[in-house]
């Protein structure tokens, strides 16, 4: 007996994903959905008749259907969900890749085959839209034969676009070609143009998905003898804790122990209430029994800890040998000896985080799943002494718990976002920002540019010390610092500077302050100067000027000013 196929639907924002999905099982979910991108993974159960009523190929070319029909995983826009997991591998024994055939690989797309090409997860490519290829129409019912009898103009559009994204299949190591070109389906990827709008080619992808689910998946899709599955969702209603699942094996039966992996030890739960997918919506009808692979929804004797994206399977007095499979489930959740704190809403995109984070060379400290608490906070805090470009907590597509203030952060910077590319790329920024601060510090820490105006009519004291008010026109001026006039000569170090009638440590570009200068003068010294500057070295230009990207313009300028005074060219 062989079981339903798992297929998920993935892509890039706005490509597609859910109107396809939409147009197979007749509904309009896309338009419903706010902004029109999927809020929450959603699965759509399509039983074999369906197949049958969709696809007028199978009985053309003679193919028979022998799976239930399939299970399909709709994932959000938003998030790279396509590394859900079970036991061994990736949840989907298939992707559907969704793609723009107009605007071809986006960010998201790459990040999908990433990580399709990480979990060895066969695929196939929609490339959805051509119903917005300019003058498109359709001209037959099958695909091929409409794009044949396009005019020469469309068919060059269509050639333009198409090898453009084989070019760029290629470069992540996929060799791709249309669907009717492919005679080794184990070494190409298949390419089924479509419109999920007009259902332009919907019947090639279904007969696709179909003879490949067959020719080359019926070893996997043999059901086994334990009930296996992956929690998706926890909602909390009122009294009761319901649990959307997915079942990937086996047979689940009402009353039933199952065990649930976590971070510690195992869950154990039985299943007081189990409910089943309706076919093509996202209803649930009551079920005695579930066999797989199918959506449940789920409620348990003990929800306490449980996780999204975790695995379970049927608890038979068997805690050792589960707790092993529950610790090869995890142990993809590998940290290392220093690096950031990460926190993600489930598993699946956990994993998924991790894996995008490692091709970006980001080394990971502490993960978990979850909104972000007071622990994450402590271990990102730690980093501030260590590796301040480490002091961050990354979420993905989570918050920070409810009880925290952000003044509990303190120094530690939170970056959250619902789009892992977008969250990496805020993460690379602010590291590379750290990084520049910290060299700049260093620079800074030998010497300092700053230029000062001094302030007319504001002379405090003319000697013993000379206290007078300036304006820092640019860079920073801190107590210590040696100062020189226009014309190079040495003048004094600022023993103090106050600002606003307090003593302060420096003062930044834009203020006003005043300075005292020991062993000055300052109406023999001072009285005709205008300017002042923080004297430097001809080291220290050198230093400076080889990290000039460090300095703000303002900063190159005036150090382009010491050096015409103190003659460095």
């Known amino acids: 007996m062989i079981r339903r196929p798992i297929i998920t639907i993935c892509g890039h924002v706005d490509h597609g994903k859910t109107s396809l999905l939409d147009s197979l099982r007749g509904t309009t979910v896309a338009a419903k959905e706010a902004g029109g991108i999927t809020q929450k993974i959603s699965f759509t159960l399509f039983p074999a008749e369906n197949i049958l009523k969709g696809c007028y190929l199978l009985d053309k070319y003679n193919i028979a259907v022998k799976i239930p029909g399939f299970l399909f995983i709709d994932t959000p826009g938003h998030a790279a969900f396509t590394n859900l997991r079970k036991r061994g591998g990736s949840l989907a024994d298939l992707a559907i890749v969704v793609m ?38 359709k001209l037959d019912e099958d695909i091929k034969l409409s794009l044949e009898k396009q005019p020469s103009h469309i068919k060059n559009q269509f050639d333009e676009k198409l090898y453009t994204i084989i070019a760029a299949l290629d470069r992540y190591g996929f060799n791709s070609d249309l669907f009717w070109n492919v005679e080794d389906y184990t070494k190409k990827i298949c ?3 479509l419109s999920a709008k007009t259902r332009e080619g919907l019947p090639e992808l279904l007969m696709m998905i179909c003879g490949i689910s067959q020719k080359f998946l019926s070893k996997q ?9 992956v929690i998706f969702e926890i909602k909390k209603e009122k009294a009761f804790c319901h649990i959307q699942a997915i079942i990937y094996d086996g047979k689940l039966k009402q009353g039933d122990e199952i065990a649930i992996a976590s971070f510690h030890k195992p869950i154990i739960a039985k299943v007081r209430v189990l409910e089943e997918a309706c076919p093509l919506c996202d209803k649930f009808k009551p079920a005695k029994e579930a066999t797989a692979a199918t959506g449940l929804k789920l409620q348990l004797t003990n929800s306490e800890g449980i996780l999204p994206g975790m695995p379970f399977q049927i608890f038979q007095d068997n805690l050792q040998e589960i707790e092993k499979e529950f610790k090869k489930d995890l142990s993809s959740i590998e940290t290392q000896p220093e690096g950031i704190i990460i926190k993600a809403d489930s598993l699946g995109s956990l994993e998924a985080f991790l894996v995008l984070l490692a091709q970006a060379n980001i080394p990971v400290l502490r993960a978990g799943i979850g909104s972000i608490n007071k622990q994450d906070i402590t271990a990102a805090k730690t980093n501030l002494e260590n590796n301040q470009e480490n002091a961050v907590i990354a979420g993905f597509n989570t918050v920070l718990d409810p009880e925290i ?14 789009v892992v590319y977008k969250l990496i790329e805020k993460l690379q920024e602010f590291q590379k920002s750290r990084r520049d601060e910290i060299l700049k510090e260093k620079l800074l820490g030998l010497a300092s540019i700053c230029k000062l105006e001094i302030l007319p009519g504001y002379v405090f004291r003319n000697s013993n010390p000379a206290i007078f008010g300036v304006k820092i026109l640019g860079g920073k001026l801190k107590s210590g610092l040696p100062l020189i006039d226009n014309l190079g000569q040495e003048i004094a170090r600022v023993k103090a500077i106050q600002s606003e009638n307090k003593s302060v440590d420096e003062a930044s570009e834009g203020m006003e302050a005043a300075i005292s200068l020991p062993g000055t003068t300052f109406d023999r010294q001072l009285k005709s100067s ?40």
């Open 100 to 137: 723009d055939i107009n605007e071809g690989i986006m960010p998201q797309t790459a990040e999908v085959l990433q990580i399709l090409k990480q979990n060895k997860t066969p695929f196939i490519v929609a490339l959805n839209k051509i119903d917005n290829l300019s003058g498109w129409r």
């Open 191 to 193: 390419l089924v143009p």
């Open 530 to 569: 205008k300017f002042l500057y923080v004297d430097i070295n001809e080291r220290q230009f050198k230093e400076f000027k080889k990290n000039k990207d460090l300095l703000s313009s303002r900063e190159i300028s005036i150090l382009q000013e010491i050096a015409v005074i103190k003659k460095f060219f």
């Open 405 to 418: 203030e952000k003044s509990d952060l303190g120094k530690v910077k939170l970056i959250t976002d619902e």
């Open 221 to 229: 899709l043999s059901l086994g003898e334990k009930a296996k599955g």
